[in-house]
């Protein structure tokens, strides 16, 4: 496809973004109230960390961490966390598997994931924009301990690596959400996915305070590229050689999902059609 072909498929899916845009505006409210209430549990977090490390003496350090760098960890976690959350997008696509509403998607020039990734991104967009007020004035309230990032390298590293790690998040996302062309509830297995994504991605700690075979074990999954190794670029834990083979994997890991999600596209449609869908 030339270059004159290109620029309707273009435009096609910046249409569908502009209507994201509009549509999650209507829910900007709760989504500041969501960022600002989301806070809460952070605060408890730092709370019994600063506790943690009061109690082990000056100077200590966990995992590697010392206070100001594991107060910095869970701060930007919330920041990466509202750049990349798959907020209903996964619900949604099982919901229009489930209620035959695909059908209206298979009859017209509309790739389903383009669409979705369309949408996705119009949602994270105005989701940052909101979250960021409630985020920023926290960060701001918590500036001695937030940690700068590790020179422009840092800062470059984390902007990409957060990028791969929305788009990680989303095809995860999107492949779990097509299990519902084979099941007919799919909650179970969302819920599965989140819970051990929330404990191997490092939202619930850093995955360098776990046992050194089982942090291993995990950094083997996807799942630490979507929010412990961007954070780790940031701090200044990954470096040099190290940061480029974990941005390549963290890219293997993007086009694999990628690969995933067409895979199992195909394969659900011929099923769907099948069934009669």
Same mark, same amino acid.
């Given at each position: 496809?030339?270059?004159?072909?290109?620029?309707?498929?273009?435009?096609?899916?910046?249409? /569908?973004?502009?209507? =994201?845009?509009?549509?999650?505006? /209507?829910?900007?409210?709760?989504?500041?109230?969501? @960022?600002?209430? %989301?806070?809460?549990? $952070?605060?408890?977090?730092?709370?019994?960390?600063?506790?943690?490390?009061?109690?082990?003496?000056?100077?200590?350090?966990? =995992? =590697?961490?010392?206070? +100001?760098?594991? /107060?910095? !960890?869970?701060?930007?976690?919330?920041?990466?966390?509202?750049?990349? @959350?798959?907020?209903?997008?996964?619900?949604?696509?099982?919901?229009?598997?489930?209620?035959?509403?695909?059908?209206?998607?298979?009859?017209?020039?509309?790739?389903? $994931?383009?669409?979705?990734?369309?949408?996705?991104?119009?949602?994270?967009?105005?989701?940052?924009?909101? +979250?960021?007020?409630?985020?920023?004035?926290?960060?701001?309230?918590?500036?001695?301990?937030?940690?700068?990032?590790?020179? #422009?390298?840092?800062? $470059?590293?984390?902007?990409?690596?957060?990028?791969?790690?929305?788009?990680?998040?989303?095809?995860?996302?999107?492949?779990?959400?097509?299990? @519902?062309? #084979?099941?007919?509830?799919?909650?179970?297995?969302?819920?599965?996915?989140?819970?051990?994504?929330?404990?191997?991605?490092?939202?619930?700690?850093?995955?360098?305070?776990?046992?050194?075979?089982?942090?291993?074990?995990?950094?083997?999954?996807?799942?630490? !590229?979507?929010? !412990?190794?961007?954070?780790? &670029?940031?701090?200044?834990?990954?470096? %040099? /050689?190290?940061?480029?083979?974990?941005? $390549?994997?963290?890219?293997? #890991?993007? &086009?694999?999902?990628?690969?995933?999600?067409? #895979?199992?596209?195909?394969?659900?449609?011929?099923?769907?059609?099948? @069934?009669?869908?």
């Amino acid at each position: 496809m030339g270059r004159a072909g290109c620029r309707p498929q273009v435009r096609k899916y910046l249409h /569908v973004f502009a209507i =994201g845009i509009q549509n999650t505006l /209507v829910y900007r409210v709760n989504f500041l109230f969501r @960022a600002a209430f %989301g806070l809460i549990p $952070l605060t408890g977090t730092l709370f019994v960390w600063r506790t943690i490390y009061r109690e082990k003496g000056e100077g200590v350090s966990v =995992g =590697g961490y010392a206070l +100001a760098s594991m /107060v910095s !960890y869970y701060l930007l976690v919330t920041v990466v966390d509202a750049m990349t @959350a798959v907020a209903e997008d996964d619900w949604q696509i099982a919901a229009d598997i489930r209620d035959g509403n695909i059908s209206q998607f298979l009859l017209k020039p509309l790739d389903y $994931l383009a669409y979705r990734l369309s949408l996705y991104l119009s949602g994270r967009l105005i989701y940052t924009t909101v +979250a960021m007020v409630p985020v920023a004035l926290f960060l701001l309230t918590m500036r001695a301990d937030l940690l700068p990032p590790a020179g #422009w390298t840092g800062i $470059l590293g984390f902007a990409f690596s957060v990028v791969l790690a929305g788009l990680l998040q989303f095809f995860i996302a999107y492949s779990m959400a097509l299990l @519902a062309f #084979w099941v007919l509830d799919v909650s179970t297995f969302i819920f599965i996915q989140f819970a051990f994504e929330y404990i191997a991605s490092g939202h619930l700690f850093p995955l360098d305070i776990l046992p050194p075979t089982l942090a291993a074990v995990l950094r083997l999954t996807p799942y630490p !590229y979507l929010c !412990y190794f961007p954070i780790s &670029i940031y701090l200044g834990r990954v470096t %040099g /050689v190290d940061l480029m083979q974990g941005l $390549l994997i963290q890219t293997g #890991w993007v &086009i694999a999902g990628y690969g995933l999600a067409r #895979w199992m596209w195909h394969r659900g449609i011929r099923h769907y059609s099948a @069934a009669g869908g």
